[in-house]
């Protein structure tokens, strides 16, 4: 994981012009690996590095969270709120589910006020943190905790 935020941090720093050759080339590699694969290779499971087994469909939407949440930076003008609407409560909610699959994860609920999104994760009782959906997505973002300016409540029931 070390190894991968350097390279993301490095990115950051590329040209305009780089990153979207980058990005192209990266699309171009992937789709001639996927169109490679045998058929028996469509149904083995491998394990991702945030510990979620998939199978080679699977993927795509894996590509565009990843894509989506280190587009996301308040200072080029593409925030968490600006994530497409049918991406975002699929891309909180698989990022839900890789907190829920981590043995550190404390127990916690989340909830969107504007989407209906609700997803407990941790084991036992813990605060509900809630607040817009794009809040959340930015707040579970380790990376951008603190930087972007969001608003999220959290409280304990007892």
């Known amino acids: 994981?070390?190894?991968?935020?350097?390279?993301?941090?490095?990115?950051?720093?590329?040209?305009?012009?780089?990153?979207?050759?980058?990005?192209?080339?990266g699309a171009d590699?992937?789709?001639?690996?996927?169109?490679?694969?045998?058929?028996?290779?469509?149904?083995?499971?491998?394990?991702?590095?945030?510990?979620?087994?998939?199978?080679?469909?699977?993927?795509n939407p894996?590509?565009?969270?990843?894509?989506?949440i280190h587009h996301a930076d308040p200072d080029a003008g593409y925030g968490f709120s600006d994530i497409p609407a049918e991406a975002a409560p699929w891309i909180i909610g698989d990022i839900a589910d890789a907190l829920a699959r981590r043995q550190d994860t404390p127990a916690l609920r989340l909830e969107a006020t504007d989407s209906g999104f609700a997803r407990t994760v941790g084991s036992g009782s813990g605060p509900t943190v809630s607040g817009r959906q794009a809040d959340l997505l930015a707040w579970t973002r380790p990376a951008r905790r603190g930087v972007a300016p969001f608003a999220l409540v959290a409280h304990c029931v007892d």
């Open 1 to 25: 994981m070390d190894v991968r935020a350097a390279e993301i941090e490095a990115g950051a720093r590329w040209p305009v012009a780089d990153l979207v050759v980058d990005v192209e080339d």
């Open 29 to 59: 590699r992937f789709e001639a690996a996927v169109r490679s694969l045998p058929p028996v290779a469509w149904h083995a499971e491998v394990r991702m590095r945030t510990g979620e087994l998939r199978t080679p469909g699977e993927p």
């Open 62 to 68: 894996t590509r565009l969270r990843e894509l989506e």
